[in-house]
């Protein structure tokens, strides 16, 4: 028969043992709760330079495509209000922070060279250049949402066609942006009084057809119609994006009757309002751009909690949180974790955060204690 303390302790290493058996099926550990790092990659960027000969023309191509590959990283994940910042950075070897460069089609001459790259970037050499110059960053990519590209009258094609409009689109690197975007079809179900619902407002309707045509919630329509009489191209953003309902436009001169240049134009600027409103909204949740700007500093978390559920929870929350990295689990038990991490800030920056989702981050001297507010 045991005795009392080793029936204590017999039930404790049960319930541990229950919670990793939990913890394992669910396929969650510190290692998959890294940083995403899909951001950091550049694709389909275009390149050309002449040189002397055509190995000199490449060589040329790669150096200036990898320094301008980077500043549409930066640009990517840095909030629009902090772009004056990236002009204050001052020069920087922009090779030093490539990990790797892939070619997808490529042409040249004796003297010419012309290529479409993907430029892959280092996450941690890139995030340490902007932290070292005080240049606030968001490189969490959100939750992927529809795009459905709508050409109105078409161009020679068929009433609202997504036509030559959608080509644009693909030719997007859509998979590697902050707010990644999946191309879908337009479905013949849905009727143009849809799209003048979600231009009025009318999220609701608007939205509840949409949804149920996609089967999901987040999904943007973006229309495109070329008005001859003005020569210019109008742009229409409407649905809901990771942020919320969203209603944009604008519109673009077409120059010369370059019509599939102020396409080009339209799609980059409007991915562009997409990854602010993300940034922005991110920016806020993590206590403002003051806030990412702040050294990271590491901290040592005992996280409390009453069930395995609970502890999977909060797990996920510290490690997904923007501005969080090197998250690591230490010894798990029943009621408590320990968990260490680098967060901007410290500890202090991150109780702040976590102030605002209902968590309470206590310092007790040698480390922080994590609990939920009740």
Do not use: C
């Not at 050499?125 to 990519?141: A, M, S, T």
């Not at 339209?266 to 993590?286: I, P, Y």
């Amino acid at each position: 028969m045991m005795l009392g303390a080793n029936r204590v302790q017999a039930v404790g290493l049960l319930k541990a043992g229950l919670m990793s058996v939990l913890l394992a099926a669910t396929g969650y550990s510190a290692a998959a709760a890294g940083r995403d790092d899909g951001a950091y990659t550049i694709a389909n960027f275009p390149v050309e330079a002449r040189g002397k000969n055509a190995v000199a023309a490449k060589k040329t191509a790669i150096s200036d495509g990898q320094s301008a590959a980077l500043q549409s990283l930066l640009k990517r994940i840095v909030p629009v209000t902090a772009y004056a910042r990236l002009r204050q950075m001052g020069e920087f070897d922009a090779s030093q922070y490539v990990n790797g460069i892939s070619v997808r089609g490529e042409q040249n001459s004796s003297t010419e060279y012309y290529a479409a790259l993907d430029f892959t970037f280092s996450p941690e050499g890139v995030r340490g250049l902007l932290r070292n110059r005080g240049v606030p960053f968001i490189d969490e990519q959100a939750p992927s949402v529809l795009l459905v590209p709508v050409l109105i009258g078409g161009l020679g094609g068929p009433e609202r066609s997504a036509g030559t409009w959608g080509e644009v689109w693909g030719g997007l690197d859509l998979k590697n942006s902050v707010t990644p975007l999946t191309i879908a079809p337009l479905r013949p179900n849905i009727h143009p009084d849809v799209f003048n619902g979600l231009a009025q407002r009318d999220d609701a309707r608007g939205m509840r057809i949409l949804a149920a045509e996609y089967g999901r919630q987040q999904v943007v329509v973006v229309q495109a119609e070329v008005d001859r009489s003005t020569n210019r191209l109008k742009v229409r953003l409407d649905g809901q994006d990771s942020v919320g309902p969203v209603n944009w436009s604008r519109e673009y001169r077409i120059y010369d009757g370059d019509t599939a240049y102020a396409m080009e134009l339209a799609a980059v600027v409007t991915l562009g309002v997409l990854e602010g409103r993300w940034k922005a909204l991110r920016t806020r949740q993590s206590g403002g751009i003051g806030a990412l700007t702040q050294p990271a500093a590491p901290v040592t978390i005992e996280v409390l909690f009453n069930s395995a559920r609970d502890w999977y929870r909060l797990q996920r929350e510290l490690a997904d949180l923007s501005g969080v990295e090197a998250f690591r689990v230490g010894a798990v038990s029943a009621r408590s974790a320990t968990v260490s991490l680098s967060y901007p800030g410290g500890g202090s920056g991150l109780s702040n955060v976590l102030a605002r989702q209902g968590l309470s981050l206590e310092n007790a001297g040698d480390r922080w204690v994590l609990r939920q507010r009740f």
